[in-house]
C-alpha cells in the first residue's frame, strides 16, 4: 500500500512526532524552535487542512506551529489555540478550572489522532526527483490534491462519531475533519522519497455543537481503500499532465502487480529500494527461526510452514530491525536532487541518458500503449471480475463493501492506464457487484450491523471445487531437517554449512495467488454474464479484456495494413503471444510472471473456446429476438469473445 496509518498518542507526540516527524525525519536540536529547525532541515513547513478547521476558527493552509500541535494532539485533544482561550477567559474573571475547561474539546482522551502517510509509486517520484522543475510542481501538485480528495473521502463516507452506551450510535461529523500535513522528501536510506505525513485528530464536532472522537478501527478498515483512491488520482492526474501511462507490473510473485508509470526502467525503482533487499534478507532469517523454533520440551512451537498472517508480523519485524539511524547533515531539495542523479548514474546500473531523459522515455512507453489500449470500462464486467477477485482472496468468501471498494478502484486503475475516471465509476461497479453476484449474509445483532457499510456479504455462486490451500505437516520431528518444498512432505536434512536462510522455508501460497489460478473456475461456474447491451454493439467484452491486459500478451496487431479494419475470424486459434510469454515470464516484470504456466494457459484458453462453442449452438437453437432492447442469457454467452478466459481483467493481474 502507498497509504500507511499509525496511531497517535499524547506521549508520543512530545517523544517523536514534535522532535523528528515535524522536522522530515531529522533529529530536532535541543531548544530551537519549531520553524528554526525545519528551516535547517530544509522541508516546508505544516499546514493546516480538513473541513473542520471552521469550527476552530483556522483556515485552509495556515501554518501548523508547535503550541497548536502540542494543544490538540499532545494534551489529549486540547484546543489548537488553547492557550490564548485560556489566558482570554482569566482575563475576563474566569476560574482557572474553568478557563482551562473552556480550551477542551469534549472528554480528554489518550489516542489523540492518526499519522496517515501518502506516497506515491516509486515510478512517480523517481519522475519527480530526476526531471525538470516543471515536472516536479506538477507530481507535488497532483501528490496534494490526491491528498485533499481522500480526505474528504474519509469526511464523508468512513469517519464515524461514536456516542450512547459502548458506541453503539454513531454519526459523521458534519462539520469535517481536521489534520495537519508535513512534507518530507527522502527515506531513511537517503533515496528519493515523496511523501507527506497528514496528522488527522480524532476530534469531530457532533450536530448538537460538542466535541467527541472519531472511531479509529473505522480508519484503518478503510486504509486499503483509501490507498487505491491516492495511487488511481495520482496517476491520473500526472499521466494526463504529462502525457504518460501506467502498466502494472509484478514486484512480489504470488501478490497483487503495482501500476507504475511505463517507461521508467525497472533497475531505478531497484535503485530506490535498498531497505527493501535488508528487509528480505532479514526476513528471510527470521522464517527460518520461525518454522524451526522448539520448545523446551522439544515441540514447535509455531506452524512448520510461514503463513500469510505470520509472514506480515514477521516483515514488520525485519523492518524494525533493520531500521537505518536518522539522516546527519540537512540539504536542500535542489542539493538532494542533484546528489539523488549522480549516484543514480553511478551506481544504479541504468544508462545515464536513460536517466537524464526519463520523462522523454515515459513519453513514449506511453504513447505506444494508448495507441493499443483503448479506456473501455464496461460496470457489469468489472463487477464480475471485482465480486470474484473479493470473494476468493478474503477467507471464508465473505467480505465487506469496503472489501469490493477497493478492489473496484484497483481494477479502474489496471483498465484505465493513467486516463481520468468518471467521478462515482467506482461506486457503480460495487454496486453491481453488491446487486448481482453477491448475497447479503448478515445476522445483525446491534445497530451497528445494520449500517451499509457493515453488511455481511458472499458470493452468490461456489467455489467447491477450487484447490484447497496446502495444509501443514501435523508434526516436525526434528528442527534442524531441510523444510520440503511441498508442506505436505517430510522434512529433508539442511546442508551442513548452510546458514539460514539458504534453504527454501515452506510458506502457504499467498492469497492472490489463488485468486489468479481461481479466476477462471470462477468464470466458467458462471452461467452467463449480465451486460446492459445488446449484440454488435461497438464496445464489446473483446475491448474489456483487451484493456485490462499487458502489453506483451495482447493479440498481435495484423501485418497487412490494408486489412487492419476487418474483424477478426470466428474461432482464431492462437490469441496469446507464447514467445512474449515466456519472455515476460523470464525477466519477472509484469503481471503473468505469476505462476500461470504456459500450460495452463493452454487449458484454461481450451475450456474458453469450448465455452464459446457450446454458447453458439446454443444461440443458433434460440436466435435473439427482434427488439433491440431484448437480451437473453444465450444471447449474452453467444457474444462471449473469441479469446479466452486468460484475457481477462483479473488473470491479467486485478
Known amino acids: 500500500m502507498t497509504v500507511d496509518i499509525r496511531i497517535v498518542r499524547a506521549g508520543q507526540m512530545y517523544r517523536y512526532y514534535l522532535r523528528e516527524t515535524v522536522v522530515g525525519d531529522g533529529r530536532r536540536p535541543a531548544r530551537t524552535p519549531l520553524r528554526a529547525a525545519q528551516e535547517q532541515a530544509g522541508v516546508p513547513v505544516g499546514r493546516w487542512m480538513g473541513r473542520g478547521l471552521a469550527a476552530l476558527g483556522l483556515t485552509a493552509g495556515e501554518e501548523v506551529t508547535e503550541a497548536q500541535?502540542?494543544?490538540?494532539?499532545?494534551?489529549?485533544?486540547?484546543?489548537?489555540?488553547?492557550?490564548?482561550?485560556?489566558?482570554?477567559?482569566?482575563?475576563?474573571?474566569?476560574?482557572?478550572?474553568?478557563?482551562?475547561?473552556?480550551?477542551?474539546l469534549g472528554r480528554r482522551v489518550t489516542v489523540t489522532g492518526v499519522d496517515f502517510v501518502f506516497r506515491p509509486q516509486p515510478s512517480v517520484y523517481l519522475l519527480w526527483?530526476?526531471?525538470?522543475?516543471?515536472?516536479?510542481?506538477?507530481?507535488?501538485?497532483?501528490?496534494?490534491?490526491?491528498?485533499?480528495?481522500?480526505?474528504?473521502?474519509?469526511?464523508?463516507?468512513?469517519?464515524?462519531?461514536?456516542?450512547?452506551?459502548?458506541?453503539?450510535?454513531?454519526?459523521?461529523?458534519?462539520?469535517?475533519?481536521?489534520?495537519?500535513?508535513?512534507?518530507?522528501y527522502e527515506a531513511r536510506s537517503g533515496r528519493p522519497l515523496l511523501h507527506d505525513h497528514v496528522l488527522l485528530s480524532v476530534k469531530g464536532q457532533r450536530l448538537d455543537g460538542g466535541w467527541g472522537s472519531v472511531h479509529t478501527t473505522a480508519l484503518y478498515e478503510n486504509t486499503v481503500a483509501a490507498s487505491a483512491l491516492y495511487n488511481e488520482l495520482v496517476a491520473a492526474e500526472v499521466c494526463e499532465e504529462l502525457g504518460l501511462a501506467t502498466e502494472p507490473r509484478t514486484v512480489t510473485e504470488g501478490r497483487r502487480p503495482v501500476m507504475e508509470i511505463a517507461g521508467v526502467p525497472n533497475g531505478l525503482i531497484r535503485w530506490t529500494a535498498r531497505r527493501s533487499d535488508q528487509i528480505a534478507t532479514c526476513l528471510s532469517e527470521l522464517e527460518y527461526e520461525y518454522v524451526t523454533a522448539v520448545d523446551d520440551d522439544g515441540e514447535p512451537r509455531f506452524l512448520p510452514v510461514v503463513s500469510e498472517r505470520a509472514r506480515a508480523k514477521l516483515n514488520q519485524i525485519a523492518a524494525r530491525k533493520t531500521r537505518p539511524p536518522k539522516k546527519g547533515k540537512a540539504r536542500s531539495l535542489g542539493q538532494l536532487r542533484a546528489d539523488w542523479k549522480a549516484s543514480a548514474i553511478r551506481t544504479s546500473g541504468v544508462p545515464a541518458d536513460v536517466i537524464t531523459s526519463l520523462l522523454e522515455y515515459a513519453r513514449a512507453a506511453a504513447a505506444a500503449i494508448r495507441a493499443r489500449v483503448a479506456a473501455a470500462v464496461d460496470v457489469?464486467?468489472?463487477?464480475?471480475?471485482?465480486?470474484?477477485?473479493?470473494?476468493?482472496?478474503?477467507?471464508?468468501?465473505?467480505?465487506?463493501?469496503?472489501?469490493?471498494?477497493?478492489?473496484?478502484?484497483?481494477?479502474?486503475?489496471?483498465?484505465?492506464?493513467?486516463?481520468?475516471?468518471?467521478?462515482?465509476?467506482?461506486?457503480?461497479?460495487?454496486?453491481?457487484?453488491?446487486?448481482?453476484?453477491?448475497?447479503?449474509?448478515?445476522?445483525?445483532?446491534?445497530?451497528?450491523?445494520?449500517?451499509?457499510?457493515?453488511?455481511?456479504?458472499?458470493?452468490?455462486?461456489?467455489?467447491?471445487?477450487l484447490p484447497a490451500r496446502p495444509r501443514p505437516p501435523t508434526n516436525v520431528s526434528d528442527p534442524d531437517r531441510h523444510p520440503a518444498t511441498d508442506p505436505g512432505e517430510p522434512l529433508a536434512h539442511r546442508p551442513p554449512g548452510q546458514d539460514a536462510g539458504e534453504w527454501d522455508v515452506p510458506r502457504i501460497p499467498l492469497q492472490y495467488d489463488r485468486a489468479v489460478l481461481a479466476g477462471a473456475v470462477v468464470r466458467k461456474q458462471l452461467h452467463t454474464t449480465t451486460t446492459a447491451t445488446v449484440r454488435g454493439r461497438a464496445y464489446d467484452v473483446v475491448a474489456h479484456q483487451q484493456a485490462a491486459m499487458p502489453e506483451q500478451l495482447l493479440a498481435p496487431e495484423s501485418a497487412d495494413p490494408e486489412h487492419d479494419d476487418q474483424e477478426p475470424e470466428a474461432g482464431r486459434g492462437e490469441a496469446i503471444d507464447m514467445k512474449a510469454l515466456r519472455a515476460l515470464r523470464k525477466s519477472r516484470t509484469d503481471v503473468e510472471a505469476l505462476d500461470l504456466t504456459a500450460d495452463r494457459l493452454r487449458r484454461i484458453r481450451e475450456a474458453g473456446t469450448k465455452m464459446v462453442n457450446d454458447a453458439r449452438v446454443r444461440a443458433d437453437r434460440h436466435p435473439a429476438p427482434a427488439a433491440a432492447d431484448a437480451v437473453r442469457p444465450d444471447d449474452q454467452q453467444a457474444h462471449r469473445p473469441q479469446q479466452p478466459a486468460p484475457h481477462r481483467g483479473r488473470e491479467a493481474g486485478h
Open 129 to 184: 526527483a530526476f526531471g525538470d522543475e516543471e515536472t516536479r510542481r506538477v507530481i507535488e501538485a497532483a501528490h496534494e490534491r490526491a491528498i485533499v480528495r481522500v480526505l474528504e473521502w474519509i469526511e464523508d463516507e468512513v469517519a464515524v462519531i461514536r456516542y450512547g452506551k459502548d458506541g453503539i450510535y454513531r454519526v459523521r461529523p458534519p462539520g469535517g475533519l481536521v489534520a495537519a500535513r508535513f512534507r518530507h
Open 69 to 104: 500541535l502540542r494543544n490538540l494532539f499532545g494534551e489529549r485533544g486540547r484546543h489548537p489555540c488553547a492557550d490564548r482561550i485560556e489566558a482570554d477567559r482569566l482575563a475576563k474573571g474566569d476560574s482557572p478550572k474553568k478557563a482551562y475547561r473552556a480550551g477542551a
Open 380 to 465: 457489469a464486467l468489472a463487477a464480475v471480475d471485482v465480486a470474484a477477485t473479493v470473494f476468493v482472496m478474503n477467507e471464508g468468501g465473505r467480505f465487506h463493501r469496503r472489501h469490493l471498494l477497493a478492489e473496484a478502484r484497483r481494477h479502474l486503475a489496471l483498465v484505465l492506464r493513467g486516463r481520468r475516471r468518471d467521478p462515482g465509476l467506482d461506486d457503480q461497479v460495487v454496486a453491481a457487484a453488491i446487486s448481482t453476484h453477491c448475497l447479503d449474509i448478515s445476522e445483525p445483532k446491534t445497530i451497528r450491523g445494520l449500517e451499509a457499510g457493515y453488511r455481511l456479504y458472499t458470493a452468490r455462486w461456489a467455489l467447491s471445487d
